[in-house]
């Protein structure tokens, strides 16, 4: 059996406009790993990598490729993305990963939610349930294992961070790549270039604008307290997170 990440609106059969899904989630862990650029461990960058590779494994479900082949079955198990943050969880005691896929289509949900999402009908269950036939699609799945990364609380959320920003562009920017193609359009334009001074004298205006519109004393002074220490610090640090 053919498994697809994406049909297309004019070809209601499969056929090469459809794109297959081992390629779509190939892709989206390739660009995800290249995202996260610089100094970073090469541990971090294959737990980016292992994201993109799990984010759609729901998309096994024969539910879902009945859907992409116009059938209706019920929509609750076309739901894909528990399945990856579930098996990231659970399975390969990747907390981060875990997060970054059940956040990859709203945001990034609290911890409850996403112990709620793994252990629901379509969390580990359908993991379980779709490992095989996806292993089989892409044996690379079979190669995951959990990372020996130990990280303290503030690099655990910064690595999440990390890893849901490039997630979230990769898989973008892997099915816009695809849909353009597949309707025969040019490649997106190549991102703007990074305008620091620009956008920090715009961030700044507008938080001047929000603190000139707040009418509680206390609370403007609160926020004229942090973004002062955070000006602060930037002034005498090159670079960093302050805490």
Known sequence: MSFYAHSHQNHPSPGPKWQPLAAHLVSVGTKARGFLTGSLPNDYKRLAEMAGLLHDLG????????????????REKTYHKQAGAAKAAIDLQCI???????????????KTDLGSAVMSPNGLAVAREVWNDAVGDLPELANLTPLPVKLEKLQAELLTRLIFSSLVDADWTDTAAHERSANGLPPDAPPADFKGQQWLAALLEHLLTKSENCTQESVKACRKDVLDACLAAAEIRSCGVYN
């Open 59 to 74: 998309k096994y479900r024969p539910e879902f490729q009945q859907m992409l082949c116009g059938l209706s079955p019920p």
């Open 96 to 110: 981060p990963v875990a997060f970054a896929i059940a956040g990859h289509h709203g945001g990034l949900p609290n």
